[in-house]
């Protein structure tokens, strides 16, 4: 039988809705101040408990609360996911069908590179080749600059990558998508489109995830076969550990060293 729903449960429920996705500290934060305000028990480590009485309710819904992480800090972060929804649909009431074809171009280009990021010229240079209707590139500028806005995308430097939020929420239609190249990370066992991969044996691992499991380790193995991690560890130069010259290339994040 489900835990009661209480109106702690309810607020933080239509707080997360009104953000669409939330970092983990302020998730906690709002945990707290939810059941202060509604005079419900509260312990700093019940979230999940927490939250897993939401889902129960949610479930009939076809809706629940995941948790992610975010690929650039390792932070978790929590977003509402409709389970009823799949692949690009979630979208389709924001957006028109060719800008809703641009995004899965963008994807397409993102998930097929080998670091995880598309660059503002490639993407721009499918504008004009849509089917549904083309795009003039000032046009798919604001676009992207919307998809950015509401956390399907992310940007750096006029490099683009997917955003948290949409890695939770589409996880299972990347997977199913893109079963040639999507992969999960070894680690923590979620989607990981910013990556570095094993030559050995082939397993990713986020850069976050990477850098975490290898932190105490004087010689980099790969937690999966136990050869030699040949890729640069993020925040770590090869100096710092006793080990073969063998590097990987350092730019932004690699899903092949």
């Known amino acids: 039988m489900a835990a009661q729903m209480t109106d702690a449960h309810r607020r933080f429920l239509q ?43 949610l479930q009939p819904l076809f809706m629940q609360i995941r948790k992610g992480m975010s690929e650039d ?56 080749q849509l089917k549904t209707k083309k795009m003039k590139k000032k046009e798919a500028e604001q676009v992207l600059k919307v998809f950015v806005e509401d956390r399907w995308l992310s940007e750096r430097n006029g490099e683009y990558t997917l955003h948290t939020r949409c890695i939770i929420e589409m996880e299972q239609y990347i997977l199913s998508n893109y079963p040639d190249v999507a992969r999960k990370c070894n680690i923590c066992h979620s989607l990981a489109i910013q990556s570095q991969v094993c030559e050995s044996c082939g397993i990713v691992m986020h850069l976050p995830c990477v850098r975490k499991y290898f932190r105490a380790q004087t010689e980099p193995r790969c937690p999966q076969c136990n050869d030699f991690w040949s890729c640069d560890i993020p925040g770590m130069s090869r100096t710092d550990s006793q080990s073969p010259s063998k590097t990987g290339r350092t730019e932004k994040s690699t899903r092949r060293c």
Request: glycine share 4%; charged share 25%.
């Open 73 to 128: 800090d390792g932070r978790a972060h929590y977003a509402l996911v409709n389970l009823a929804e799949t692949e690009i649909t979630k979208m389709a009431s924001d957006y028109t069908e060719n800008e809703l074809e641009l995004f899965r171009k963008t994807m397409d280009l993102i998930i097929s590179s080998e670091n995880g990021f598309a660059s503002s010229t490639d993407i721009l240079n499918l504008a004009d």
């Open 15 to 57: 707080v997360l809705m009104s953000h669409g996705i939330m970092e983990g500290s302020e998730t906690r934060k709002l945990h707290r101040q939810c059941c202060e305000i509604d005079k419900v028990y509260y312990a700093h480590d019940k979230l999940d408990d927490f939250i897993s009485t939401i889902n129960s309710h």
